[in-house]
């Protein structure tokens, strides 16, 4: 992840059980990890926050939770106005 190249289909695919996959490394996985608690659960589990600080900064922290609620806000306002994808990623069915 963070790789200019973006995702491989593979990695696309295996997104669903990161957790579980070998095509990514201890820090994507408990980037992936932090993501999908901040989606999903409020507040976050203390023991998320744990896992991230053994790979990143408080800076890198506080910088991953910005980027994630970002596009959670921009695909709330999208679906909302029901604004169509404009290509700019390719997502897996």
Known sequence: MGRADGL???????????????LFDAAERAALAYAEAVTRENPVPDA?????????????????????TWEICAAKFNRALEIEAQGVCRVRP
Do not use: K
């Open 48 to 68: 998320r926050f744990e896992s991230l600080r053994t790979h990143f900064s408080e800076e890198q922290i506080i910088e991953m939770t910005a980027t994630i």
């Open 8 to 22: 491989t289909d593979s990695e696309l695919d295996a997104l669903a059980d990161a957790a579980s996959s070998d």
